[in-house]
Protein backbone atom coordinates (compact mmCIF):
# COMPACT_ATOMS: atom_id res chain seq x y z
CA UNK A 1 0.00 0.00 0.00
CA UNK A 2 1.18 3.52 -0.36
CA UNK A 3 -0.42 5.66 2.08
CA UNK A 4 -0.43 5.06 6.50
CA UNK A 5 -2.31 2.31 7.58
CA UNK A 6 -3.79 1.38 10.88
CA UNK A 7 -5.30 -0.97 13.05
CA UNK A 8 -7.62 -1.86 14.13
CA UNK A 9 -10.08 0.98 12.59
CA UNK A 10 -12.48 0.69 15.12
CA UNK A 11 -11.91 -0.56 18.69
CA UNK A 12 -14.20 -0.72 21.92
CA UNK A 13 -13.22 -1.07 25.69
CA UNK A 14 -13.92 -1.90 28.90
CA UNK A 15 -12.63 0.84 31.58
CA UNK A 16 -9.76 0.17 32.93
CA UNK A 17 -8.70 -2.31 29.66
CA UNK A 18 -5.29 -1.84 28.01
CA UNK A 19 -5.81 -1.37 24.50
CA UNK A 20 -2.85 -1.26 21.37
CA UNK A 21 -3.60 0.46 18.02
CA UNK A 22 -0.83 0.12 15.18
CA UNK A 23 0.43 1.87 12.73
CA UNK A 24 2.33 1.46 9.54
CA UNK A 25 3.66 4.05 8.01
CA UNK A 26 4.55 5.09 4.23
CA UNK A 27 7.69 3.15 3.24
CA UNK A 28 10.84 4.90 3.49
CA UNK A 29 9.57 7.51 5.98
CA UNK A 30 11.60 7.78 8.83
CA UNK A 31 9.46 10.32 11.02
CA UNK A 32 6.60 9.09 13.09
CA UNK A 33 3.66 10.85 14.83
CA UNK A 34 0.79 10.09 16.84
CA UNK A 35 -2.26 12.32 17.58
CA UNK A 36 -5.06 12.63 19.26
CA UNK A 37 -8.41 14.08 17.99
CA UNK A 38 -11.07 14.42 20.34
CA UNK A 39 -14.69 15.08 19.37
CA UNK A 40 -15.31 18.43 17.54
CA UNK A 41 -11.30 18.92 17.89
CA UNK A 42 -8.78 19.30 16.08
CA UNK A 43 -5.65 16.56 16.32
CA UNK A 44 -3.34 16.73 19.16
CA UNK A 45 0.33 15.98 19.32
CA UNK A 46 1.03 13.42 21.44
CA UNK A 47 4.73 11.92 20.03
CA UNK A 48 7.47 11.39 17.56
CA UNK A 49 10.06 9.08 16.04
CA UNK A 50 12.81 9.47 14.36
CA UNK A 51 13.41 5.97 13.43
CA UNK A 52 13.40 4.02 16.75
CA UNK A 53 14.19 6.77 18.61
CA UNK A 54 11.28 8.90 20.40
CA UNK A 55 12.35 13.00 20.31
CA UNK A 56 9.50 14.18 22.02
CA UNK A 57 7.10 12.36 23.81
CA UNK A 58 5.87 15.37 25.09
CA UNK A 59 2.26 15.80 24.05
CA UNK A 60 1.22 11.66 25.80
CA UNK A 61 -1.21 12.97 28.37
CA UNK A 62 -0.27 10.23 30.90
CA UNK A 63 2.04 7.49 32.12
CA UNK A 64 -0.53 5.32 31.17
CA UNK A 65 0.24 5.85 27.22
CA UNK A 66 3.36 4.62 26.29
CA UNK A 67 4.72 4.42 22.60
CA UNK A 68 7.13 2.35 20.71
CA UNK A 69 8.61 1.68 17.10
CA UNK A 70 11.41 -0.81 18.44
CA UNK A 71 12.49 -1.27 13.91
CA UNK A 72 12.40 1.51 13.25
CA UNK A 73 9.02 1.00 10.94
CA UNK A 74 6.28 -0.37 12.48
CA UNK A 75 4.61 1.61 15.60
CA UNK A 76 2.47 1.17 18.43
CA UNK A 77 0.85 2.98 20.68
CA UNK A 78 -0.68 1.81 24.31
CA UNK A 79 -3.07 2.78 26.62
CA UNK A 80 -3.07 1.17 29.71
CA UNK A 81 -6.10 0.89 32.18
CA UNK A 82 -8.36 3.04 29.86
CA UNK A 83 -10.34 5.81 31.10
CA UNK A 84 -13.59 7.25 29.38
CA UNK A 85 -11.51 10.65 28.33
CA UNK A 86 -9.42 8.17 26.20
CA UNK A 87 -12.48 7.88 24.01
CA UNK A 88 -11.31 9.73 20.46
CA UNK A 89 -9.77 9.18 17.32
CA UNK A 90 -5.89 8.07 17.21
CA UNK A 91 -4.22 9.52 14.16
CA UNK A 92 -0.68 8.34 13.13
CA UNK A 93 1.58 10.38 10.08
CA UNK A 94 4.79 10.07 8.63
CA UNK A 95 7.09 12.18 6.64
CA UNK A 96 10.29 11.73 4.98
CA UNK A 97 13.74 13.21 7.32
CA UNK A 98 14.18 16.11 5.29
CA UNK A 99 10.84 17.91 5.71
CA UNK A 100 9.34 16.40 8.78
CA UNK A 101 6.60 18.85 8.93
CA UNK A 102 4.40 17.86 5.43
CA UNK A 103 3.02 14.44 7.29
CA UNK A 104 1.08 11.96 5.46
CA UNK A 105 -2.09 10.69 7.86
CA UNK A 106 -3.59 7.44 8.26
CA UNK A 107 -7.44 6.68 8.64
CA UNK A 108 -7.13 6.88 12.60
CA UNK A 109 -8.07 4.31 14.98
CA UNK A 110 -11.42 5.35 16.41
CA UNK A 111 -11.45 4.48 20.16
CA UNK A 112 -14.47 3.80 22.42
CA UNK A 113 -13.92 3.45 26.09
CA UNK A 114 -17.23 2.36 28.28
CA UNK B 1 2.19 29.68 23.50
CA UNK B 2 1.61 28.20 19.72
CA UNK B 3 -1.95 28.62 18.47
CA UNK B 4 -4.03 28.25 15.63
CA UNK B 5 -7.34 30.18 15.27
CA UNK B 6 -10.29 28.62 12.75
CA UNK B 7 -13.16 31.29 13.87
CA UNK B 8 -15.91 29.58 12.04
CA UNK B 9 -16.98 26.21 13.25
CA UNK B 10 -19.25 25.69 10.31
CA UNK B 11 -19.71 27.37 6.71
CA UNK B 12 -22.38 26.57 4.46
CA UNK B 13 -22.30 27.39 0.50
CA UNK B 14 -24.18 26.91 -2.41
CA UNK B 15 -22.45 25.22 -5.08
CA UNK B 16 -20.40 27.42 -7.35
CA UNK B 17 -20.07 29.51 -5.15
CA UNK B 18 -16.77 31.21 -4.03
CA UNK B 19 -15.41 29.94 -0.42
CA UNK B 20 -12.87 31.39 1.95
CA UNK B 21 -11.81 29.54 4.78
CA UNK B 22 -10.07 31.94 7.67
CA UNK B 23 -7.07 30.39 10.00
CA UNK B 24 -5.24 32.75 12.16
CA UNK B 25 -1.93 32.02 14.04
CA UNK B 26 0.14 32.51 16.92
CA UNK B 27 3.50 31.71 16.88
CA UNK B 28 7.04 33.12 17.99
CA UNK B 29 8.35 32.93 14.23
CA UNK B 30 6.82 32.38 10.85
CA UNK B 31 6.27 28.55 10.70
CA UNK B 32 5.27 26.03 8.30
CA UNK B 33 1.85 26.45 7.02
CA UNK B 34 -0.74 23.65 6.09
CA UNK B 35 -4.36 23.36 4.90
CA UNK B 36 -5.52 20.20 5.66
CA UNK B 37 -8.93 18.26 4.91
CA UNK B 38 -10.88 15.36 6.34
CA UNK B 39 -13.82 13.79 4.92
CA UNK B 40 -16.24 11.37 7.25
CA UNK B 41 -14.02 8.26 8.59
CA UNK B 42 -11.24 9.53 6.87
CA UNK B 43 -7.40 10.49 7.79
CA UNK B 44 -6.53 14.07 7.05
CA UNK B 45 -5.33 14.77 3.51
CA UNK B 46 -2.86 18.06 2.98
CA UNK B 47 -4.47 20.47 0.55
CA UNK B 48 -1.70 22.81 0.52
CA UNK B 49 1.39 24.17 2.43
CA UNK B 50 3.32 27.15 2.70
CA UNK B 51 6.96 26.95 3.69
CA UNK B 52 8.97 30.13 2.15
CA UNK B 53 8.71 32.28 -1.36
CA UNK B 54 5.65 33.41 -3.19
CA UNK B 55 2.62 33.60 -0.37
CA UNK B 56 0.27 32.78 -2.52
CA UNK B 57 -0.02 28.97 -2.90
CA UNK B 58 -1.67 26.64 -4.98
CA UNK B 59 -2.98 23.20 -3.90
CA UNK B 60 -4.86 20.10 -4.86
CA UNK B 61 -8.22 20.37 -5.96
CA UNK B 62 -8.46 24.12 -7.12
CA UNK B 63 -7.62 25.42 -3.65
CA UNK B 64 -5.19 28.12 -3.02
CA UNK B 65 -4.20 30.36 0.44
CA UNK B 66 -2.66 32.87 0.84
CA UNK B 67 0.35 33.99 3.55
CA UNK B 68 -0.43 37.04 5.21
CA UNK B 69 2.48 37.77 7.82
CA UNK B 70 1.17 41.01 8.64
CA UNK B 71 -2.33 39.85 9.85
CA UNK B 72 -0.62 36.71 11.28
CA UNK B 73 -3.68 34.88 8.79
CA UNK B 74 -3.05 31.87 5.82
CA UNK B 75 -6.51 31.50 4.11
CA UNK B 76 -8.02 29.07 2.43
CA UNK B 77 -9.96 30.11 -0.86
CA UNK B 78 -11.55 28.18 -3.55
CA UNK B 79 -13.35 30.28 -6.40
CA UNK B 80 -16.21 28.04 -7.63
CA UNK B 81 -16.96 25.02 -4.91
CA UNK B 82 -17.87 21.52 -5.77
CA UNK B 83 -20.47 19.54 -3.92
CA UNK B 84 -17.51 16.74 -2.99
CA UNK B 85 -15.88 19.47 -1.25
CA UNK B 86 -18.05 19.04 1.38
CA UNK B 87 -16.00 18.44 4.65
CA UNK B 88 -13.72 19.53 7.41
CA UNK B 89 -10.77 21.82 7.25
CA UNK B 90 -7.91 22.29 9.18
CA UNK B 91 -5.70 25.13 9.30
CA UNK B 92 -1.88 23.44 11.10
CA UNK B 93 1.32 25.58 11.96
CA UNK B 94 4.93 23.87 12.64
CA UNK B 95 7.98 25.24 13.40
CA UNK B 96 10.55 25.49 11.22
CA UNK B 97 14.01 24.86 13.12
CA UNK B 98 14.22 23.63 16.97
CA UNK B 99 13.16 21.01 19.79
CA UNK B 100 9.70 20.62 18.70
CA UNK B 101 10.65 20.44 14.80
CA UNK B 102 8.12 18.28 13.36
CA UNK B 103 5.02 18.83 15.87
CA UNK B 104 2.12 19.88 14.18
CA UNK B 105 -0.24 22.39 16.17
CA UNK B 106 -3.92 22.44 14.31
CA UNK B 107 -7.07 24.52 14.44
CA UNK B 108 -10.29 23.16 16.01
CA UNK B 109 -11.32 22.75 12.15
CA UNK B 110 -14.23 24.49 9.99
CA UNK B 111 -17.05 22.12 9.03
CA UNK B 112 -18.45 23.12 5.37
CA UNK B 113 -21.73 22.04 3.98
CA UNK B 114 -22.58 22.96 0.23
CA UNK B 115 -25.68 23.02 -0.94
CA UNK B 116 -26.78 21.72 -4.41
Known amino acids: GAGVSQSPRYKVAKRGQDVALRCDPISGHVSLFWYQQALGQGPEFLTYFQNEAQLDKSGLPSDRFFAERPEGSVSTLKIQRTQQEDSAVYLC????????????FGPGTRLTVL | AQSVTQPDIHITVSEGASLELRCNYS??????LFWYVQSPGQGLQLLLK??????LVQGIKGFEAEFKRSQSSFNLRKPSVHWSDAAEYFC??????????????FGRGTQLTVWP
Open chain 2, 50 to 55: YFSGDT
Open chain 1, 93 to 104: ASSFRSSPNEQF
Open chain 2, 92 to 105: AVGPIRGSTLGRLY
Open chain 2, 27 to 32: YGATPY
